[in-house]
């Protein structure tokens, strides 16, 4: 079955710099990448979404790549703000409902002001 | 938040009782599911609903029952609690937008099994 491994488990950056969380996914039939990003406390919340037919797509600050070749996705956040410190989670899924969906552990992210 | 609530939000029980916990939407959505969220873990799905009355297991399901009698409302339930099942659960539906899903959660229930 699919398998999801992110990387860094931890990753703390100073404000105003950049952040990037990669993933790698195993089954080549997963055809959709999104990611989570939760806080404390609350619930996993949407923030950005790639399809397996676009290479690259970008939402104000953040962006996200996928390399199908190679099986990975990564998430880069550009100029971080304290309120980016959050718990981000990649997944994999074949898209016919989302119930093939399988996360990654997750990336806690440190934004220092 | 997709209309999704769960109930309770947080309930600490004895290992051996039985647990149900509830998932509601108010927006007909025909795909459910649970998920236990443990650290180190991500978030891993123990079932799932694709209908009223169609569930299927997830990638850790033991100990661990379904069930949708009706569209809003899906049941999650702990026959005989254990430790081990303590756990924060998120019940998440599938959204359909322009041909595809996206998965939205709920406010999530913390269970503790003593």
């Known amino acids: 079955g699919e398998n999801v491994e992110q990387h860094p488990s931890t990753l703390s950056v100073q404000e105003g710099d950049s952040a990037v969380i990669k993933c790698t996914y195993s089954d080549s039939a997963s055809n959709y990448f999104p990611w989570y990003k939760q806080e404390l406390g609350k619930r996993p919340q949407l923030i950005i979404d790639i399809r397996s037919n676009v290479g690259e797509k970008k939402d104000q600050r953040i962006a996200v790549t996928l390399n199908k070749t190679a099986k990975h996705f990564s998430l880069h956040i550009t100029e971080t703000q304290p309120e980016d410190s959050a718990v981000y989670f990649c997944a994999a899924s074949i898209n016919t409902g989302g119930f093939k969906t399988i996360f990654g552990a997750g990336t806690r992210l440190f934004v220092k002001a | 938040d997709a209309g999704i609530t769960q109930s309770p939000r947080h309930k600490v029980t004895e290992t051996g009782t039985p647990v149900t916990l509830r998932c509601h939407q108010t927006e007909n959505h025909r795909y459910m599911y649970w998920y236990r969220q443990d650290p180190g873990h991500g978030l891993r799905l123990i079932h799932y609903s694709y209908g009223v009355k169609d569930t299927d297991k997830g990638e850790v399901s033991d100990g661990y029952s379904v069930s949708r009698s009706k569209t809003e409302d899906f049941l999650l339930t702990l026959e005989s609690a254990t430790s081990s099942q303590t756990s924060v659960y998120f019940c998440?539906?599938?959204?359909?937008?322009?041909?595809?899903?996206?998965?939205?959660f709920g406010p999530g229930t913390r269970l503790t099994v003593t």
């Open positions: 998440a539906i599938s959204v359909a937008l322009a041909g595809d899903y996206e998965q939205y």
